[in-house]
Antibody, heavy 125, light 111 residues
Framework: QLQLQESGPGLVKPSETLSLTCNVSGGSISSSTYYWGWIRQPPGKGLEWIGSIYYSGSAYYNPSLKSRVTISVDTSKNQFSLKVSSVTAADTAVYYC?????????????????WGQGTLVTVSS | QSVLTQPPSVSGAPGQRVTISCTGSSSNIGAGSDVHWYQQLPGTAPKLLIYGNSNRPSGVPDRFSGSESGTSASLAISGLQAEDEADYYC???????????FGTGTKVTVL
């Protein structure tokens, strides 16, 4: 059974870089079938897709965050990572990692399953 | 960036049927992008409930069903149970914004 687990600092100072890692267990991140993604949820608010990455390192991002976000993958450790630079209080959120699944039937559709438990990152001095 | 609109809340008595709408536009649902639904129990991560408009993953009760028409989609919960109290989110892909988009979320309350 595939499981994902986020880890990283729970408190980051404004203007600094937020760094999180997602460890994947119960399956290989190098599977050619899946992408891997990051999604965040500010306290009491809705979900926002941040970006996704393939095991080859090919990544794509939410245009609204693209200038500040980098997602990377380490296949030897079966994990992928997120960096968000120049953070502000608006980046305070629970950050989730998830596997992106696809179906190609008359066009491609993608969804996220499963999700990690999430980790709260607070941006504050 | 919630371009998918859901009602903030719906409620129903145990055993009743409730529906949650997800209204999009011609650049997402109306463009043929499938809708997926997630259930988020209090204090937990979202869990996939419906994928590809109307498909249930194994383990999801058949009380949950999804449909899509035009620029909208719906999630129906029949035989409402206390354990169904949660937030529900729809998700699709917006080709104009080039992003995966989520709905505004709906809180289901069992009376």
């Amino acid at each position: 059974q595939l499981q994902l687990q986020e880890s990283g600092p729970g408190l980051v100072k404004p203007s600094e870089t937020l760094s999180l890692t997602c460890n994947v267990s119960g399956g290989s991140i190098s599977s050619s079938t899946y992408y891997w993604g990051w999604i965040r949820q500010p306290p009491g608010k809705g979900l926002e897709w941040i970006g996704s990455i393939y095991y080859s390192g090919s990544a794509y991002y939410n245009p609204s965050l693209k200038s500040r976000v980098t997602i990377s993958v380490d296949t030897s450790k079966n994990q992928f990572s997120l960096k968000v630079s120049s953070v502000t209080a608006a980046d305070t959120a629970v950050y989730y990692c998830a596997r992106r699944k696809s179906r190609i039937v008359g066009g491609t559709t993608n969804w996220f399953d499963p999700w990690g438990q999430g980790t709260l990152v607070t941006v504050s001095s | 960036q919630s371009v998918l609109t859901q009602p903030p809340s719906v409620s129903g008595a145990p055993g009743q049927r409730v529906t949650i709408s997800c209204t999009g536009s011609s650049s997402n649902i109306g463009a043929g992008s499938d809708v997926h639904w997630y259930q988020q129990l209090p204090g937990t991560a979202p869990k996939l409930l419906i994928y590809g408009n109307s498909n249930r993953p194994s383990g999801v009760p058949d009380r949950f069903s999804g449909s899509e028409s035009g620029t909208s989609a719906s999630l129906a919960i029949s035989g409402l149970q206390a354990e169904d109290e949660a937030d529900y989110y729809c998700q699709s892909y917006d080709s104009s914004l080039s992003v995966y988009v989520f709905g505004t979320g709906t809180k289901v309350t069992v009376l």
